[in-house]
């Protein structure tokens, strides 16, 4: 499967303080992930270097090269930030969730399940969501996702009756 070069981070929600500071709402794991880049991209083009950055609740707030006031940082507000794959230290195994959308399903007999079409975020794990010739909802726990092979886009699946 190929892999986008970048991947979508989040969101700058607000202008924090006078200084210029963001408030950054994060869709990577962790803000504490988040915060080791130091570079970030509003619309996949335009670089904006990172000065410093803080955790604040499940936010990030951010100071960006060149945002020195609240009206700088406010033409920001709402804008979608990007980071680059390759600016990404992933431990092993680890992978980004665009990753593996559109994967093929199989179970562990190989027979085909369908294609991963959605992960679910809840509480107690991602579920992701499998469409073939039925829809099948299976948490990602070990005991029902026995392997990811992002690089061939294949996940081998335990499946249990009424999944």
């Given amino acids: 499967m190929e892999k986008k070069a970048f991947i979508e981070a989040g969101r700058i929600v607000n202008t924090h303080g006078v200084q210029g500071e963001v408030k950054i709402e994060v869709w990577l794991d962790s803000p504490r992930f ?3 880049f130091k570079r970030l991209y509003t619309d996949r083009e335009t670089e904006l270097t990172v000065q410093s950055a803080r955790t604040h609740k499940d936010f990030v707030i951010a100071k960006l090269e060149g945002v020195d006031d609240v009206n700088a940082a406010m033409t920001l507000k709402g804008q979608r930030v990007w980071v680059k794959r390759s600016d990404a230290a992933l431990p092993s195994g680890a992978f980004f969730l665009q990753d593996i959308i559109g994967a093929r399903v199989v179970d562990e007999s190989g027979n085909e ?3 991963l079409t959605e992960v679910m975020e809840t509480p107690a794990s991602n579920v992701y969501v499998v469409k073939g010739e039925t829809e ?4 990602a726990v070990p005991a029902f996702i ?3 092979d992002v690089d061939a886009g294949v996940i081998t699946v335990h499946l249990i009756e009424g999944m």
């Fill in 146 to 148: 026995l392997s990811t």
């Fill in 113 to 115: 399940v369908g294609t």
């Fill in 34 to 36: 988040f915060k080791s």
């Fill in 136 to 139: 099948h909802l299976i948490p």
